[in-house]
């Protein structure tokens, strides 16, 4: 390692702090080159292949020549322009490419800064939704008479163990107090209500029980509940768990008969990661309100989108404020939302279909057999994404250094080891991935 390599890293370790680490003891960084396709170089010479897709953005792979030429096209003609009294040619590009490619009936796209924001966003939208409702008469069917519904005590929101929602508070609120890994804030969170999380893994058979403890907190709660919130089939951070579709299918009635607003959180999810272009589409769903991010800019720049019905738009609109009360400063930035459409565009003349289908076989054949190693408790895939569950926790400045010895970036966490690559991947770059993992599970100093 040179000199200004070696200062470079100093001054990283001295002053920059990185996510969920320690400055008084940081685990180790690794100084970034350049990238292309899927090969990260480091400064210090070593090719890795990347099998996180820079947390499940990088779907295209790095330094991609049309999303370049996007962003170098764009900037020419504005960086940026304040998104209140102003549009422009990118961000309605993008909102009609969003409205035909999600399900219907979602037909409003609030544009916004990062994932955590657009759930932020969602979150306020469904509560301002049934403060602007207000009190309605309904009529009970048992009695055909009329009684009013306060729809103003609709605040409170439902969610189930084990979500990942990300960093902000009401959406670290909905995340799982325990492993959503916020529990340090528990005594300042709003407070949901928790189901337990979904037990028939994705290939099981579906058994309604799985449901009943969740329709149980909506029969009785749901005068106050305003939105429930879930990760679709999906649960990311909070434990790379893959869940019966016919869970998401029960949510979405439970939602309907009780009038609870449904929020998806397809920010991982979303743009074909499961094999699906959403992952509600495993289910045939649609919800009230769709968070996207991550893949949206293909990782090119920070970028995400609430999408919701025009009833919601309609009613928050005539309710008392007006106006939706939300309003980012990069809110429709031009250069991201030129990537983006670039980015849908590129993602739709691919056969990536064909792409998730491959990776998804790779693993079915090479990364499920790694249940049988003593170490692993589990093994899972779905799509491009392949799980190893294991016995103990990494070790994990110890196991980083040993995968950038072995030539990949891996980014474990508890005891998951999962992979998730850009989707042109190839057959030989994933079994440089799988190598590097079947190494470490028998390296003991790689675990706690």
Not at 152 to 160: A, C, E, I, S, Y
Not at 187 to 192: E, F, R
Not at 321 to 337: D, V
Not at 348 to 354: E, I
Request: hydrophobic share 40%; aromatic share 10%; proline share 5%.
């Amino acid at each position: 390692m040179n000199n200004n390599c070696t200062d470079l890293l100093a001054f990283d370790r001295q002053h920059i702090w990185h996510p969920y680490t320690s400055m008084t003891n940081p685990l180790p960084s690794y100084l970034v080159e350049s990238a292309e396709n899927v090969t990260i170089t480091l400064a210090t010479g070593e090719k890795l292949i990347d099998g996180m897709s820079s947390w499940w953005s990088v779907i295209h792979g790095y330094n991609h020549p049309v999303l370049n030429e996007a962003l170098v096209e764009q900037s020419k003609k504005m960086s940026h322009v304040m998104f209140g009294g102003l549009t422009h040619k990118p961000a309605i590009e993008l909102c009609q490419q969003l409205i035909s490619l999600t399900p219907e009936p979602l037909e409003k796209v609030f544009l916004s800064d990062s994932g955590s924001v657009a759930v932020e966003v969602a979150i306020k939208m469904a509560l301002q939704y049934f403060q602007s409702k207000k009190i309605q008469s309904t009529k009970v069917p048992s009695k055909k008479v009329q009684s009013k519904t306060d729809f103003t005590k609709k605040t409170k929101l439902l969610t189930v163990r084990n979500g990942y929602h990300g960093d902000t508070f009401a959406a670290m609120s909905v995340c799982d107090p325990v492993t959503g890994m916020h529990q340090i804030f528990d005594k300042v969170l709003n407070k949901p209500y928790f189901a337990p999380a979904p037990t028939i893994k994705f290939n099981e058979d579906w058994q309604e029980d799985d449901v009943k403890e969740l329709s149980k907190i909506f029969a009785e709660h749901h005068h106050e509940i305003a939105a429930f919130i879930i990760e679709p089939i999906v649960q990311g951070t909070g434990g790379m768990n893959f869940y019966h579709p016919e869970y998401l299918k029960a949510c979405r009635q439970l939602c309907d008969k009780y009038d609870v607003l449904f929020i998806l959180d397809e920010i991982a999810t979303g743009f074909g990661r499961t094999g699906k272009l959403f992952a509600c589409e495993w289910a045939d769903i649609s919800p009230d309100i769709m968070c996207l991010g991550k893949t949206l800019t293909a990782g090119y720049l920070t970028l995400a989108a609430t999408l919701c019905t025009d009833e919601i738009a309609q009613t928050i609109s005539d309710g008392d404020a007006g106006c939706f009360m939300h309003g980012p400063t990069y809110m429709g930035n031009p250069l991201a939302c030129a990537v983006a459409n670039a980015s849908i565009k590129l993602l739709q003349t691919t056969d990536w279909q064909k792409n998730i289908g491959e990776i998804e076989h790779y693993f079915s054949e090479n990364l499920l057999p790694l249940v049988s190693h003593p170490r692993v408790t589990d093994t899972r895939v779905l799509g491009a994404i392949g799980v190893i569950e294991t016995t103990q926790a990494v070790n994990m400045a110890h196991i980083q250094k040993r995968f950038v010895e072995l030539g990949v970036w891996i980014r474990p966490f508890g005891k998951l080891i999962y992979i998730m690559p850009p989707y042109i991947v190839k057959p030989s770059e994933l079994a440089i991935l799988l190598k590097a993992i079947t190494i470490i599970l028998s390296e003991d100093e790689c675990f706690i």
